[in-house]
């Protein structure tokens, strides 16, 4: 069974920052694209940004320019760091791997981020 596992997440004030981890095995970070998605309460789950393994990346036009997306191949790890946040930034975030053409193949528990006023 592939772990995918996500932290970073928490509570933080509009304006402020966060980094979002996500631990995942040698061989993913070898063959699979990866990528970021969010689910707020009574919304559908969308796309955040994804990064390919050989470094295509691509993002919600909406968050272009206050997330970043990466990858750390040594450390097994990919991140996403959020910044300038906004309320509406509020939702649980997710590490996908393994792109699959219409899905992502493994799913982490996902980690709650939290934006107040």
């Known amino acids: 069974q592939v772990q995918l596992v996500e932290s970073g997440g928490g509570s933080v004030q509009a304006g402020g920052s966060l980094k979002l981890s996500c631990a995942a095995p040698?061989?993913?970070?070898?063959?699979?694209?990866m990528g970021w998605y969010r689910q707020a309460p009574g919304r559908e789950r969308e796309m955040v940004a994804t990064n390919g393994n050989r470094g295509t990346i691509t993002y919600a036009d909406s968050l272009k320019g206050r997330f970043t997306i990466s990858r750390d191949n040594a450390k097994n790890t990919l991140y996403l760091e959020m910044n300038s946040l906004e309320t509406e930034d509020t939702a649980r975030y997710y590490c996908?791997?393994?792109?699959?053409?219409?899905?992502?193949?493994?799913w982490g528990q996902g980690t709650q981020v939290t934006v107040s006023s």
């Open positions: 996908a791997a393994c792109r699959t053409p219409t899905d992502f193949n493994y």
């Open positions: 040698t061989w993913i970070f070898r063959d699979c694209a």
